[in-house]
């Protein structure tokens, strides 16, 4: 009997709950943002089975209440519409427009606590990487009953990085403990860790702590975690270079190609480099649900849009100043003025925003001191791949031979039948292309808008010219060392100072050694 | 021939009529220059100031424009090219005549703007926020000085999130080298040490941040809660938080405040990485007021883009422009002098559901609102001063300028008042 009572008894109470839990969603349009957070806290505390959609839906900002009413409910944007659902139910609620719906917005203070409710409930989802960071989040809340969790969880836990963030956590708890004894143990077991916040608790302890052996222990805690960390710290900054070196080449190799091979001096440079990013804008804007494909798809697009506007320059411009060069420099300058003002009319003069792919976002972590931006790594292989890509067409192809000749004696060229007009127009394209291409990689790091090209045709020139002109492979070895020799000093000189310490070492360099790196040799090289 | 004849008359005759509708129509209008960079590096912020006048002075002329007469904006291009500044205005009030000078950007260009207004005693509305230490008889300074954005900013992070260490980080010219080092006077005199202050700068346009958010990050894992001060300049700002987002360092971690990012510069920029990142204005286009929904709705239906932001520099000229339109009708005329006198004391609405005043200083009352980014590329306000400040010509942080004060009410007269030594320095600014 007893049974059957308190078997009918559940049900009721449940849906009682179920009320209630409604009701607390709904004051979450409540404006002020302290009363948001007691609502968030009695989420968190409700253990309903929706806590988890619930909170992360939240932090990705899908929650909204209609406007005048209190319902809380959630929506995905589609197309400028509001598809709506409940929150308890996924039950559609109909279609809303931007002006019905307001979002229930939150602000730091809150979304760390929703983190660190998610980050609980996360340590057991089926996902290793999403279990991992959720034991790496806990760091930062740690308490008893986290710790219980754990410590259950840790015995039919798999991975190894799992297991060790793990014990990072536990001995993090320890760290708090009341026995001194037990805190210096925690800080031995601690010593193998570079996690920051590792780091930091640590810190806090020397600083603090009533017992001195304590504060002792983790001074030389401290001590061998920074001897350790200065290797990765070296490794960090020899990373940071290659990558800015990378970015420098794949800038400055279009013009390695039109100045060095051909001897042009093409001011608009640059500017072909900003009509390759803007293409990747117009490609995102053209297949705007396959973002992660538009910056591959964007490639052979730049190349062409900024192969055929190099082509016309060349037929237009260009080959009309043969042999002038200081014409040449101030025709190209204005062309680029011309493409300019062109892109801010058609595109307006405000930055575009160009998508980064989920699989360029992010770092790989190596740990806790060393992580590489994938975006970074991405485009390192990338310059690579488009250098050796042009030092094939250069040395392989019939194209690269006529180019090759025609640089190196225009006239004997000609009288072995090379065209020589429509050479220099194919070998400009080819450097504009590139220059298209390297405007997709920049694409991804720095703004998209009419002054892209001004801010990186200094710099190219500046490799080209150190390289050596004429010598594609100088300009790659120019390029990293530039790279390199920037990070270096940028930590101590300040990022000013360094640039203008690279510009006096180019100039002083070119003064003993005017035909930069690596001379081209052959009988161009005199004239 | 004869075609030539009958043809050459037709445009004689046409060019006299357009002559005289011209110069009967000049008559009748008052001329509002307008000195806003349409080309060049500085377009990309002030091109959108433009439109805000052609705007304002439309919505104006339909209501039956100032003292019974229409307006007349005089749109011209100083190609974000300082001295060229300096000549447009020359420009501007000799040869059109216009009344009024609505201008500039930069703090360089309204540098270079300030002599030729001065000598022919015009009057100048500048509508963004900058560095103070300086106040003109002749130029209105309608944006935040330090003490209406900086200084409350970073008693935010201090009290209400409680940061102890600071890296302050600006671009490498005028505005960030004199607001950081009223900003640092201000933090040693609340007690923090010089090793917890970090200065860093960097070129204009900037791209390569990695080495300065690594050193952030190295900085901000020293067991003290760390905020990032930034005074970068508008473009720099989006790769320098891609960097932020990618070396994963989060808002609730590091928080950055920055001075120039608003909802115009974050539209061109995918904002999920930076949520919670804030930024200290005097208002934001999600400000809930009714004057607000009224000029946002204004401003779209004006450029024809339902998705266009607002901004706080827009409101600084709408609140400029309608102050000088109400010191004209006070005074009675629009000549430079009268305005002058009269402006001062002239309240009008803000966007933000408060009335802003023009102080003896010519600088304006508005609040300081704080404002964390959204996923959608605006601002939730977080938090707000109680009610308006006073913009402060002088810094009381900075050694030079604590004694000065700025007065342009008879019988002191004066932009840098020494109440030390009891002396007007002399100089205009």
């Given at each position: 009997m007893l049974i059957i009572i308190s078997g009918l008894h559940f049900p009721l109470q449940a849906s009682a709950n179920l009320e209630t839990f409604e009701d607390t969603l709904n004051q979450l349009s409540a404006k002020k943002l302290p009363i948001k957070l007691k609502i968030i806290e009695q989420i968190i505390k409700s253990k309903n089975p929706r806590t988890e959609f619930i909170l992360s839906s939240i932090l990705d900002g899908r929650v909204f209440y209609i406007k005048g009413k209190n319902s809380v409910l959630f929506a995905n944007k589609e197309n400028n519409k509001y598809i709506t659902k409940s929150l308890l139910n996924d039950e559609p609620l109909g279609i809303f427009t931007k002006r019905q719906l307001k979002k229930v917005s939150i602000n730091n203070k809150i979304r760390k606590k929703i983190k660190q409710a998610l980050a609980v409930l996360y340590l057991r989802h089926t996902d290793e990487s999403v279990r991992l960071k959720a034991v790496k989040d806990t760091y930062n809340s740690i308490n008893k009953s986290i710790i219980d969790e754990i410590e259950l969880l840790i015995k039919t836990e798999k991975s190894e990085d799992i297991i060790d963030a793990m014990h990072i956590a536990i001995n993090i708890y320890l760290l708090e403990d009341s026995s001194s004894i037990n805190r210096i143990k925690a800080i031995e077991n601690l010593e193998g860790s570079l996690d920051t916040k590792v780091k930091i608790l640590l810190t806090k302890l020397k600083d603090t702590d009533i017992d001195k052996n304590v504060r002792i222990a983790a001074e030389q805690a401290l001590l061998s975690i920074k001897s350790r960390t200065e290797i990765f710290n070296k490794l960090e900054v020899v990373f940071f270079g290659v990558s800015f070196g990378s970015v420098l080449i794949l800038a400055a190799i279009g013009l390695a190609i039109t100045f060095g091979v051909m001897g042009v001096i093409n001011m608009a440079h640059g500017e072909l480099i900003m009509l390759g990013a803007y293409t990747t804008y117009v490609v995102q804007l053209v297949m705007p649900s396959y973002i992660e494909l538009s910056v591959l798809v964007a490639i052979p697009m730049a190349f062409i849009v900024s192969g055929s506007v190099g082509i016309l320059i060349q037929r237009g411009v260009i080959r009309h100043l043969h042999g002038r060069p200081l014409e040449t420099l101030l025709a190209t300058f204005g062309v680029s003025l011309v493409l300019q003002q062109a892109v801010r009319t058609v595109f307006t003069p405000l930055n575009r925003a160009v998508q980064t792919p989920d699989w360029m976002s992010g770092a790989l972590e190596i740990n806790g001191i060393l992580s590489?931006?994938?975006?970074?790594?991405?485009?390192?292989?990338?310059?690579?791949?488009?250098?050796?890509?042009?030092?094939?067409?250069?040395?392989?192809?019939?194209?690269?031979?006529?180019?090759?000749?025609?640089?190196?004696?225009?006239?004997?060229?000609?009288?072995?039948?090379?065209?020589s007009n429509w050479v220099d127009a194919m070998t400009f394209g080819l450097g504009s292309g590139v220059a298209g291409i390297a405007g997709v990689a920049l694409s991804q790091l720095t703004n998209v808008g009419p002054n892209l090209g001004q801010s990186y045709i200094i710099d190219s020139f500046m490799v080209v010219v150190f390289g050596g002109v004429g010598n594609i492979w100088g300009t790659l070895i120019s390029g990293f060392s530039l790279g390199i020799i920037n990070k270096f000093l940028e930590p101590w000189a300040g990022a000013v100072l360094a640039k203008v310490l690279i510009l006096v070492f180019i100039i002083l360099f070119i003064q003993k050694?005017?035909?930069?790196?690596f001379p081209q040799k052959g009988r161009s090289a005199g004239g | 021939m004869k075609l030539y004849k009958s043809m050459s008359k037709i445009g004689l005759a046409a060019s006299l009529v357009a002559g005289l509708s011209s110069s009967a129509f000049a008559a009748e209008t008052i001329k509002v220059g307008v000195l806003h960079s349409l080309s060049g590096t500085m377009a990309i912020s002030e091109t959108t100031l433009k439109d805000t006048i052609l705007m304002l002075v439309e919505d104006q002329n339909a209501k039956g424009g100032v003292l019974g007469k229409q307006l007349e904006a005089v749109v011209v291009d100083p190609a974000s090219n300082w001295p060229l500044f300096a000549e447009k205005a020359r420009g501007l009030i000799e040869k059109d005549k216009v009344d009024v000078i609505f201008g500039s950007w930069t703090s360089v260009s309204r540098k270079s703007v300030l002599p030729v207004i001065e000598e022919l005693d015009s009057v100048f509305f500048y509508p963004v926020q900058y560095e103070g230490e300086e106040s003109s008889k002749n130029v209105f300074y309608t944006g935040a000085a330090p003490n209406q954005q900086a200084i409350p900013a970073v008693d935010y992070l201090m009290n209400d999130i409680g940061v102890e260490r600071w890296v302050l980080a600006g671009t490498d010219y005028v505005y960030p080298r004199t607001t950081n080092k009223i900003l640092k006077a201000y933090l040693k005199s609340k007690g923090v040490a010089d090793s917890d202050i970090m200065i860093n700068y960097t070129p204009f346009g900037h791209s390569d941040w990695q080495t300065i958010v690594s050193d952030i990050k190295t900085f901000g894992s020293e067991g003290k809660s760390t905020a990032v001060v930034s005074t970068i300049n508008g473009d720099a700002n989006i790769p320098f938080y891609k960097e932020l987002g990618n070396q994963g360092v989060s808002a609730s971690d590091i928080p950055v405040i920055a001075f120039s990012v608003g909802e115009e510069e974050l539209s061109g920029l995918d904002t999920g990485p930076?949520?919670?990142?804030?930024?200290?204005?005097?208002?934001?286009?999600?400000?809930?007021?009714?004057?607000?929904?009224?000029?946002?709705?204004?401003?779209t239906s004006f450029i024809g883009d339902e998705d266009r932001v607002t901004n706080d520099p827009m409101e600084a000229h709408y609140i400029g422009f309608n102050m000088w339109v109400k010191a004209a009708e006070k005074a009675g005329t629009t000549d430079s002098a009268a305005i002058q006198d009269a402006i001062i004391g002239v309240t009008t609405p803000n966007l933000s559901g408060g009335v802003s005043a023009m102080m003896p200083n010519h600088h304006i009352t508005k609040p300081v609102l704080i404002g964390e980014i959204q996923s959608d590329g605006q601002f939730d306000i977080v938090w707000s001063t109680s009610g308006l400040v006073a913009g402060d010509a002088w810094s009381d942080f900075l050694p030079g300028s604590k004694d000065l004060i700025s007065d342009w009410r008879y019988p002191l007269n004066c932009g840098n008042y020494n109440v030390k030594t009891a002396k007007c320095s002399g100089q205009n600014y």
């Open positions: 590489l931006t994938w975006n970074r790594l991405y485009i390192i292989m990338f310059c690579l791949i488009v250098f050796a890509a042009l030092v094939l067409v250069l040395k392989k192809t019939s194209l690269g031979l006529q180019v090759r000749a025609v640089s190196q004696d225009r006239n004997m060229a000609r009288a072995m039948g090379v065209r050694r005017p035909r930069g790196l | 930076l949520v919670g990142h804030l930024a200290a204005w005097n208002y934001f286009m999600s400000v809930d007021a009714e004057e607000n929904d009224e000029f946002i709705n204004k401003w």
